[in-house]
Structure formats: C-alpha cells, structure tokens
C-alpha cells in the first residue's frame, strides 16, 4: 500500500514540478535556436478575459517558456532527424542543404509596397544625383532562391507562385534608370563555392565576389577607389552553426564551413559602434562559429575610418547581407559606414546625409527583401510616413 502511495506522490509531485519550475525561472525574451521573440506574459484584462482571449495568451506564454522546453524540442529534432523527415521545424532537409519551407505559396505578391520601395529609390537616387553621390542598389541571391533548384519536387521552392516579383521589381529599377547590380548573374556560375548548405547567406567567396564587382561597377561610374586583390580566404578552425541548423539544435550533420580573410597588407582603421570606440577589427573571435563572425553582427551604426583622405567615402545600408562583405569594402576607401534601420532609429536616411554626405551609397538587399518595406526597407523614410 505504502509502495503505491509513494508512487501517486512521485507522479504528482513530478507534475507539479514543471509548472512551478517555469513559474521560477526568468523568463528569456528570445529563443537562440529558433531565432524568434518570445512571448510576454499578458496583463490582465477583464475583456480578454470574458472572451477567452486572455487564457490563449497565457497559454502561448505557457509554451514558449515552458521549463526543459529546449530540451524537448531538441529530443523532437533529433527523432524527425532520424526518421528523415523532409520537413524539421519548418526547414527543408536535404542530403547537403537546409532550405526554409514555405508551405503554402502566395499567387500574387503586394503590387502596392512594390509601387512604394520603387518610388522611394527613385527619389533618393535623385537626391544622391543633385548632391554628387553614386548611388548604387546591389541585388543579392538569398541562400534558398540560389538554391532552389534543391527543394525536393514535392514541396515549393518558394513563396510565390512564380517569379514576378523579383523580375517586376528588377524591370522597376531599370526602367526608373538607377544604378544597379543583380549579383545572381555572377553568383550563379557556382552557387556551391559561394553560399552556406547551413545559412541564409552567402559566404566569404560570394561577399568578396560582390565587393569585385561593385568596386569594377564603381569604377566604370568614374569613382577612384583602389581594389584590394591580394585577399586570401580560408576555413576557421572552428564548427559552423550556420541559421538553419541552429533551427535544428546544430544536429544536421554537414561539412559547410565559415570562412575567414587575410589581406596581404594590413589596411590600418579605426572603428566605432554606435558612437562608441570598440576593437578595430572586423572579425569577432567571440563569434567563430556563426555568420556574426562578420563585424560582429549586425550593429545600427558602424563607422571604419583608414585614414587615408585621398580615398572616397561610403556608406553601406542594409540587413546582414552587409556584414561579410563590410569586411573587404573597408579597405578601399578613407571612410566606410554602415547603417542597419532595423536597429537604428535616430532618423532617416535623408537626415543622415545632411550630417554626413558619402561618395558612394551601397544599398544592399536580398532578394527576398525587394518589396519588404519596414526596416531596411523603408531607411527610416516609409516608417516616418505611415506616422
């Protein structure tokens, strides 16, 4: 009797436990391997509450911060993994490469935020050509556009129907004469050599073969900016966590490597993060393992001064496509910029040149990103406008 007794006390205890576990532990605002926000525990409301709205909120906070809910999940992917899946938290698993899924395709993506990214750059290219700027937009291959030809037949290899809204958005720019290179032209001569099979980015051989191309383009407009040539890139010691295996808890088994540079003449340089001096270097050692090896992540505002007056300026904007190839673009001008209006909010483009006015102005998107409007998108313009 007292076996049985004891045996009720465990299991209840055990239930117990979880819920006062998770009502104990600090709450984490963003989950690492999912790489999302999580949510907040709602306020009350008496409303919500008669609604039953309330209850599902707390219930969504339950699941997110539920106590040994990593660990689960883990144990989940590491299941599916073995039971080769083709779909694991929502990533396409294939013999080499992780692919996002994207489930249900849209037939027709937003003509109208289309209408609103094309008319802002055609303004702003304007305002650089009255003020002497060469304003250049660089259209980048995102990892699963480069790879789609990898997606299984079954499943879609993206989130439209069809193509229109990357040659549409292409057609617009040209036809609104600004100043542009589509790198999936050069990139695709060998997708493998230089993209992840773990990331949504390229890697250090496609960042370094868009600033060779930029810097020719920019040479071709008249800007007088040396090349660096002379870059040699090799593998980091270190295991790479790229984004989709970090969705699979770093258990996709794969050869995919991070990548560093070595220029054969150091390039001497000053850098400052948001206002403030840090380590001038563009490499983060605490980072050696993931993309964020570049500069360190994505930063609302670095500023890398060489020193050398006799060069042009640039500022580059853009989400974290901008980072692996900051890390060579440096080297061929006086002052190099970045601004990431995800994260900076001290105004909009257009105020940042009347306090600093640039050379050349790299606007770089991925595209998936073309027609997406908040953020990078919008350079702090079409945020200010919907206000």
């Not at 144990?75 to 779909?87: C, D, G, Y």
């Not at 040539?229 to 991070?258: C, Y």
């Not at 009347?354 to 908040?374: A, G």
Request: aromatic content about 12%; proline content about 4%; glycine content about 6%.
């Amino acid at each position: 009797m007292m076996k049985h007794f004891l045996k009720i006390v465990f299991f209840c205890g055990a239930l117990l436990l979880i819920p006062v576990l998770t009502l104990l532990k600090e709450p984490a605002a963003a989950s690492y391997y999912e790489n999302r926000s999580l949510a907040v525990f709602p306020p009350f409301s008496m409303q919500e509450m008669l609604d039953g709205e309330y209850f599902s909120q707390v219930e969504t906070w339950v699941g997110d911060h539920l106590a040994g809910r990593n660990l689960l999940l883990k144990l989940n992917t590491q299941k599916e993994l073995a039971l080769h899946s083709p779909v694991v938290n929502d990533t396409v698993v294939t013999r080499d490469i992780l692919l996002p899924y994207h489930g249900t395709v849209l037939d027709h993506y937003n003509a109208e935020n289309m209408e609103k990214e094309l008319d802002m750059l055609e303004e702003l290219n304007d305002c650089c050509t009255q003020k002497g700027i060469e304003f250049l937009y660089v259209g980048i291959p995102e990892q699963s556009n480069a790879f789609r030809d990898r997606y299984p037949s079954y499943l879609n290899s993206s989130s439209y129907r069809d193509d229109s809204m990357r040659t549409d958005f292409m057609a617009g720019v040209e036809a609104r004469g600004i100043d542009h290179i589509w790198m999936a032209q050069y990139l695709s001569a060998d997708y493998d050599k230089y993209y992840s099979k773990t990331d949504h980015h390229y890697n250090l051989y496609g960042a370094y073969e868009t600033y060779l191309r930029v810097m020719a383009y920019l040479s071709s407009s008249g800007v007088a900016a040396p090349v660096t040539t002379d870059f040699t890139i090799t593998p980091v010691d270190t295991a790479f966590l790229g984004s989709r295996n970090r969705k699979l808890f770093g258990l996709f088994e794969t050869d995919d490597q991070l990548y560093t540079g070595m220029l054969a003449e150091a390039v001497p340089f000053t850098r400052t993060d948001n206002g403030k001096p840090v380590e001038a270097t563009v490499y983060s050692e605490s980072n050696r393992n993931a993309y964020a090896y570049y500069m360190g992540g994505d930063v609302a505002e670095t500023i890398i001064q060489t020193n050398r007056p006799e060069l042009p300026d640039v500022l580059v904007v853009g989400d974290s496509f901008t980072n692996a190839l900051e890390t060579i673009l440096y080297t061929s001008f006086d002052e190099m910029r970045s601004l990431d209006f995800r994260y900076y909010t001290a105004g909009s483009i257009y105020s940042y040149l009347e306090n600093w006015q640039p050379d050349v102005i790299l606007y770089v998107r991925d595209d998936l990103s073309y027609i997406v409007t908040e953020g990078n998108g919008g350079l702090g313009i079409l945020s200010a406008a919907a206000q």
